[in-house]
């Protein structure tokens, strides 16, 4: 069971934003005076009408965004609830789309994992990897690149640093976004494909080839009891041998099971908060 782990007591206030495409506000849960949020958007990926929520800095003027990609599950409420406060409280702004089919987005698509498991029942368990790395190569990272265009038209975004960042499936996107989607800043993979990495042959080629041309600086993140820290030391030596920017910390376990060890990248964020933010702070001298 994962833990939130929210220093400030729950305000029943909503904050309105003026957004391009409309915002809903919804009732905030550990906020404080720094931040507003969180907010609810809508955007557009193609034909498809995606939400997302925004937290960001009051302070004025355009700021860091982190573009953030959830994992694989159906609801992200209690994880985003988490994780974005984190990130706002650190300067940035922090925006969590809902890609096609899932959390806030799931009348809009196939769930992912419905998509997987009819294939595996279909062709075998060995047709469930190449269409992991299709539906990612495909239209998952077309909704990140959506969001990605729809952010950066926010007034206080600096739409020069937006990085892309996320957990487990949402690390997976990630890596992909990094050699693949225009305008990013950095990105920041938390426990991308530690739960899939070792039976996923197809997978595991393409991400490494993807950090092998990534185009902007990688962050690799886990907690120490994460199912496979496998992931992480393969692409970072990657990135590393092809001369590509790249950062990997191994933290110590996070708490008391592995499933918590996987949701460090939304739970842990007291522990990698500094270390993220000297990495963003840094890139240039980033290796």
Known sequence: ???????????????????????RPILAQGRDATIAGPDTVSFRSGALTLRGIIYRPVSPGRHLTILF??????????????????????????FAPARRGQWLSEATGQYIVDSLDAIEKLKGEAARDPLLVALMKGPQLDDV??????????????????????????????????????????????????????????????????VKHARVPVFFGQAENDYDLTPSRVMAAAMSAARRPNQIRIFPPFGTSTPEGHSFGYFGGATWGPVVAEFLAHLPEVR
């Not at 069971?1 to 957004?19: E, K």
């Open 69 to 94: 990609n959830h994992g694989s599950g159906t609801d992200y409420t209690r994880e985003i609830a988490a994780v974005g406060p984190k990130y706002a409280r650190l300067g940035y702004v922090f």
């Open 145 to 210: 690149r959506a969001a990605r265009d729809f952010i950066v038209t926010q007034p206080f975004v600096d739409p020069r640093r937006v990085v892309a960042a996320g957990n487990s499936f949402g690390g997976i996107v990630t890596v992909f976004a990094s050699a693949n989607l225009d305008g990013l800043y950095a990105a920041v993979d938390f426990a991308g494909a530690a739960q899939t990495w070792s039976g996923a042959p197809t997978l595991q080629a393409a991400m490494t080839d993807a």
């Open 1 to 23: 069971m994962r833990r939130a782990r929210s220093r400030f007591a729950p305000i029943f206030v909503a904050l309105a934003l003026s957004l391009v495409h409309g915002v």
